[in-house]
């Protein structure tokens, strides 16, 4: 079976296996951990002369039986024979399954790699061996469209019949419910020769995931044996640890854990995080702890069983509640945004629990009015249906925290299209008894948007003007105004209002920069495009989803006005990606608007059907106001939103499919790459994106690739030493090269850092010592990591040194530049030769 979705992992782990001995995959059960290990090693099999090895541990049930086991499995009588080994030819040894005998996987695999020079580990298991040098890779989920592509190639190899169009959207929601798991993506589609996606999805609460006539391991055999596998591993107190957190859904800190639980909890979360039962993710100095979906329902389930739901889920929720406050009027923040991604899905089902248990509002309505950050960077309408359920099932309410409530269920109708019910709930708002400030801004800033949608920008105005008064408005409104004065025809006094607000927080200099770019694009789209470029990456790093759009929009607008189409097409798919993901509608007519542009550039006469869509929504989007379109000249009969959405992007992905032709307006060649030393400074460029770098070594040798595609170039060369010459360099003892190496891995981070930092005086300290060591250790070793002896020749150290500086330098320019870092490692190749082969041609300018 194909690998699907795993591209970007194969290649890493591909490299980590070049430089180091033992590289471990991390990831909860049926994450597709040995799938991934049994492709990679297939991919490397030419780097290791002796052969790939592969040994599952899960045929041995004694931790004491590991090591002879290991031995057998290689071809020796013995472990002390393996250790033995006079062999110096390089073997890969695939180490699949460690997590129940982790202890004597991690030493027996310390014994190997320390006694014998040729073997190189790639193991397999729920939690790191915890071994010095170890490298490892974290295998999360599929990415959602992965996991549908894996469903619907599984379901096709299963017998069954092909996926209708009209199922499509049940199948996008069964894998969004498996968390993108290949085990349960797999199982899923398994079912299909007997049931539609549709029902999959509907007894997924009842019926455990069971793969048909399957003969092989019981863990694989269910989702549910294979999440016991590692929970039968735990001992009590984690066991009732990880039970208690299915009551917290989404990210969740040790906090929430330590209010659900009862008691303080750090070990049990380090336990749970090791056996891939639970995910860690750290958010600046803060950490974010997760169980996927399929694991939090088995947690759950447990929690039932035991009798203890209903005591767990209101220590969750009277903690959710303490730790809110329903006013805040500073600024909204990176940080802030942050706080309310990672909070939704905890205030979702807090406030859930609220409406089927609460007699009294109190505590409902002071989540309804802290989820209105959310709906900046989530999706809308899941949050709008808990909103407005909460205001219905204690309706006639007039208190304060009513009105903070009514103000964000005001936003979520506004979001959704309804101005009549944005702007009916507005008004009752400030005519309630005591609407709180943050009410009555957010009230007055639902209106300024409704009266501009419907063309008074003048009181659309007054409204924005009565926002501003609320700090944490104030920029935002400001801006708002500056739309809507472009609006009216005066765009220069517009940009005036833009360049000349000023911003205290990253939030807001974002949507400075996306407006900006928004009112530029008439007259400069080349200055708008590089605005909303940088706003977009940004807002896409932050997870501002509401920012992205505006961007993506400006982008694909951009790329069309300098004759782009394919380029345009590209934005405008994203954008489709993102209304289906968000449930925004008020951004749906903006979207299909440019979609419809795009189209009939592109000469593809489906634009027509798109466009009648675009007229028969609202105008609601502010900065959809008054915008000349293709939707403005229509008759065909309008398409329903969801059957848009299935043509726009049909027809886009056509577009992007549609070879170039010379002389047609998809026609454009690559733009020229930049890689070349200006002064003290690396230029480099790719795509259309620039970035800077202090020189090094590595970074002169990857100028001199680029050069000369396709040309092989010798280490010695690239090293500027002969290739005859012998060297009776120094040798090294084990001890000091294990201190060199050491030292090598601390430079790395802090030379991260300090770049980070923009601290060039450190970085060039740093560079300095990091070149001294790695050429000194390349003096002393050899291919394999193998000491050197005495009169071997510069080939080799050349070899080591020019191989550790080029991928030193390459992970440099992925940290400032991941598209080009992308490139490079799939194009570069080091070693004797070394080369650089891009799949397509790719013209560089060079130094």
Not at 558 to 567: D, I, M, S
Not at 839 to 844: L, S
Request: proline residues 4%; contains cysteine.
């Amino acid at each position: 079976m194909r690998l699907v979705g795993r591209d970007l992992e194969q290649v890493e782990v591909a490299r980590l296996l070049r430089d180091y001995r033992l590289v471990t995959l991390v990831g909860p059960g049926g994450v597709g951990k040995t799938a991934l290990a049994t492709a990679v090693a297939a991919s490397a099999a030419d780097q290791f002369p002796q052969g790939v090895r592969f040994i599952d541990l899960t045929l041995v049930n004694e931790p004491a039986s590991v090591a002879a086991f290991m031995a057998a499995r290689l071809g020796y009588s013995s472990f002390e024979a393996l250790l033995g080994s006079p062999s110096d030819v390089p073997c890969l040894v695939v180490l699949d399954n460690c997590e129940h005998v982790i202890d004597a996987a991690a030493e027996t695999v310390v014994q190997l790699l320390e006694a014998c020079a040729s073997p190189t580990v790639l193991a397999t298991s729920r939690s790191p061996l915890n071994l010095p040098g170890e490298q490892v890779v974290l295998i999360g989920p599929l990415g959602q469209d992965d996991a549908v592509l894996l469903f619907e190639q599984r379901a096709a190899e299963a017998g069954a019949d092909a996926i209708r169009s009209a199922e499509s959207q049940a199948v996008d929601a069964l894998c969004r419910a498996l968390d993108g798991l290949p085990l349960a993506v797999e199982l899923a589609a398994a079912r299909m020769r007997s049931l539609s996606p549709a029902e999959i999805l509907g007894r997924l609460e009842v019926e455990p995931l069971r793969r048909p006539r399957f003969r092989g391991p019981s863990r694989h055999r269910s989702l549910r044996a294979t999440i016991e596998w590692s929970y039968d591993l735990l001992d009590a107190p984690e066991r009732d640890v990880f039970d208690r957190l299915g009551v917290l859904s989404g990210d969740f800190t040790a906090g929430a854990a330590a209010a659900v639980t009862g008691r303080d909890v750090l070990d049990e979360l380090d336990a749970l995080v090791d056996a891939s039962l639970v995910r860690a993710d750290r958010h600046g100095v803060t950490t974010a702890y997760r169980q996927l979906e399929m694991i939090r329902s088995f947690a759950h389930s447990r929690l039932v069983d035991r009798g203890l739901l209903e005591e767990t889920a209101e220590r969750n929720v009277e903690f959710v509640v303490s730790e809110l406050t329903t006013v805040d009027n500073g600024s909204w923040t990176a940080s802030a945004l942050e706080e309310s991604v990672a909070s939704r899905d905890q205030l979702l089902d807090a406030l859930r629990w609220c409406i089927s248990h609460d007699s009294s509002p109190e505590r409902a309505f002071v989540v309804v009015g802290a989820l209105w950050d959310s709906l900046h960077a989530s999706d809308v309408e899941e949050v709008s249906q808990v909103c407005e359920a909460a205001l219905e099932r204690w309706e006639g309410q007039t208190s304060a925290s009513w009105a903070d409530a009514a103000a964000t269920v005001a936003s979520c109708r506004l979001l959704r299209g309804d101005l009549a019910g944005a702007a009916s709930l507005c008004t009752s708002v400030r005519s309630s008894v005591e609407p709180s400030p943050r009410a009555a801004h957010i009230a007055a800033r639902v209106l300024g948007q409704v009266t501009a949608a419907q063309g008074e920008f003048e009181r659309a105005r007054g409204h924005f003007r009565e926002a501003r008064h609320a700090p944490r408005f104030e920029v935002e409104m400001r801006l708002y105004e500056a739309v809507v004065i472009a609006a009216m025809g005066r765009r220069s006094e517009a940009l005036d209002v833009v360049v000349t607000t000023e911003t205290a927080s990253e939030i807001a200099e974002l949507w400075k920069s996306s407006v900006r770019a928004h009112l530029l694009l008439p007259d400069s789209p080349a200055d708008a495009r590089m605005y909303a470029d940088v706003a977009l990456r940004r807002a896409n790093e932050l997870g501002y989803a509401a920012c992205a759009a505006v961007n993506l929009h400006t982008l694909a607008a951009a790329e069309l006005a300098e004759g782009r189409t394919h380029e345009a097409s590209v934005h405008a798919v994203d954008l489709l990606a993102h209304v289906a993901r968000r449930g925004a509608h008020f951004e749906t007519r903006a979207i299909f608007d440019i979609c419809a542009a795009v189209l009939r550039a592109a000469g593809r006469v489906a634009w027509r059907r798109l466009a009648a869509a675009v007229a028969a929504l609202p105008r609601v989007d502010l900065l959809d106001v008054r915008r000349d379109g293709p939707a403005d000249r229509v008759q065909p009969e309008p398409l329903a939103v969801r059957e848009a959405l299935l043509l726009a992007r049909a027809e886009l992905e056509a577009v992007q499919q549609t070879p170039h032709r010379e002389g047609s307006s998809l026609s454009k060649t690559a733009a020229p790459g930049v890689f070349r030393l200006i002064g003290e400074t690396f230029e480099i460029g790719y795509m259309g994106r620039p970035a800077q770098l202090k020189p090094s070594k590595g970074l002169t040798d990857l100028s001199r690739l680029l050069a000369q595609p396709g040309v092989e170039l010798h280490c010695t060369e690239l090293a500027d030493v002969g290739v005859d010459q012998s060297s009776a360099g120094p040798l090294i003892d084990p001890e000091a090269r294990r201190a060199y190496e050491s030292r090598i891995r601390e430079l790395r981070s802090e030379l991260d850092e300090a770049e980070a930092d923009n601290d060039i005086g450190r970085v060039e300290f740093l560079r300095a010592e990091y070149d001294a060591i790695v050429e000194h250790l390349a003096a002393a070793t050899g291919l394999g990591g193998r000491s050197r002896q005495a009169g071997v020749s510069n080939t080799e150290r050349a070899r080591s040194t020019v191989t550790q500086r080029i991928r030193s330098s390459m992970r440099r320019i992925a940290a400032v530049h991941p598209e080009l870092g992308r490139h490079l490692e799939v194009s570069v190749t080091t070693g004797t030769y070394c080369k650089y082969a891009p799949e397509r041609d790719q013209q560089w300018i060079t130094s």
